[in-house]
């Protein structure tokens, strides 16, 4: 896709995002602008880089509650860090769940999922 489009939605002629530094949901910095772990740049339009940040909280969630599921070392060992993590899912659920449009980047049923293994974790 050209500079012009967005890699998620494919909406052209709006400004578009990159995001390729910072922090995940549990403070660790990530760096994807390192030429071996960013060869082929995504631009997103303003809704869909939205998105893109749930879909990346989701993930890092995801990670590490399926770490702890396997009895490994976790952030969400830490009772406040998953309590937070609680909060973040049933967040990007509802905004997931408002969207007009379905996303290509986050699923709201996996999402919901997660919720669910949470609860039954408990």
Request: charged share 25%.
């Amino acid at each position: 896709m050209d500079a012009g489009t967005c890699n998620a939605c494919s909406t052209a002629g709006a400004p578009l995002m990159k995001f390729s530094l910072g922090k995940d949901f549990f403070g660790r910095t990530y760096d994807r602008l390192s030429p071996a772990s960013d060869q082929s740049p995504k631009w997103y339009c303003e809704p869909c880089s939205m998105m893109k940040n749930l879909q990346r909280d989701f993930r890092d969630i995801r990670a590490e509650f399926d770490k702890l599921a396997q009895g490994q070392a976790s952030a969400l060992s830490e009772p406040e860090a998953k309590q937070r993590a609680q909060l973040r899912l049933r967040e990007i659920a509802a905004i997931a769940g408002s969207q007009t449009a379905s996303s290509s980047l986050l699923n709201a049923a996996d999402v919901k999922h997660l919720i669910d293994q949470f609860h039954a974790s408990a």
